[in-house]
């Protein structure tokens, strides 16, 4: 067994982020697998958790992609340039404005964007990642009085593990990811949730949607898998029409709290569901 390595938790906020279900999720991990498959990485807590010794992460998000990767190849140069921003409105407000002008963020190296991303992510309002239709980042300041915008250790714990281990990182479409899935995997899927009500909806995250025609796909996905006796776990909302979806595989129900809503009287306990194909 690979020996964990210390102060690993993820290294961004990120909308959906299992930490807090941590305890209901691990327990129903699989025992047995080699590789392990995430095609919605997004904060990467249960990667981070496990800590896998090979595994395959993916996420359509080209930017969070590039924050990994550059934490596993240059954290210093990363740290060292992180240092030198302040939380100061007018600085958030250059950060952010970088991709309005496509042909200078176009000139940025890859250690300058995975930068821009974390202190925007440490510095904007709720800790959002949220681009407009143009794709560019469009969430206003957060007024924070002390964010911390330099965690050093646990930046260069993450790259320990990572360079201690066989990872590799894509971003492509998920289907891509589970059509071409090693038969030792275990796969973890965490994708955009069904929403629990209209105004629930969250599509800002990359260009275009997460439908309920993409949650059917995916669903159809799982089948694959599951025909093909690879193991998965989905998270989603406790939906009727997520519940019916899955009803051929194991559902446990788990209580999650709501953190995004921008009215802190709409946060609170809401039910998601995990789904297996084993028991």
């Known amino acids: 067994m690979l020996q964990k390595t210390n102060n690993i938790s993820p290294i961004l ?23 392990y498959v995430e095609p919605f990485l997004g904060g990467g807590a249960l990667l981070f958790a496990t800590q896998p010794k090979v595994a395959l992460v993916n996420d359509v998000n080209e930017e969070l992609i590039n924050v990994y990767q550059v934490v596993k190849n240059d954290v210093e140069e990363l740290v060292s340039l992180l240092k030198t921003y302040d939380s100061s409105s007018e600085t958030f407000y250059h950060i952010r404005g970088l991709d309005r002008d496509v042909e200078k963020y176009a000139s940025l190296s890859a250690v300058e964007r995975a930068a821009r991303i974390i202190y925007l992510n440490k510095t904007c309002f709720n800790g959002l990642f949220r681009v407009n239709r143009k794709g560019q980042f469009n969430v206003p300041f957060g007024k924070y009085k002390k964010p911390n915008i330099v965690n050093e250790s646990v930046l260069r714990g993450v790259s320990e593990y990572f360079n201690s281990v066989d ?40 260009k275009g949607g997460f439908g309920r025609d993409e949650q059917v796909k995916l669903r159809d996905a799982c089948v694959a898998l599951n025909d093909m006796g690879i193991k998965f776990m989905l998270s989603n909302s406790a939906t009727d029409f997520i519940k019916k979806l899955y009803a051929d595989f194991e559902i446990n129900i788990v209580s999650a709290n709501r953190a995004v809503n921008s009215d802190g009287s709409k946060r609170g306990k809401v039910e998601e569901v995990i789904v297996r194909n084993y028991v």
């Open 167 to 206: 990872i590799t990182f894509t971003s492509k479409d998920y289907l891509s990811v589970l059509g071409n899935v090693p038969s030792d995997s275990f796969v973890y899927l965490d994708p955009p949730y069904d929403p629990v009500s209209e105004t629930a909806n969250f599509t800002g995250y990359a």
């Open 13 to 35: 906020k990120w909308v959906g982020g299992k930490r807090q279900l941590l305890p209901s999720i691990v327990p129903l991990l699989p025992q047995n697998y080699k590789t």
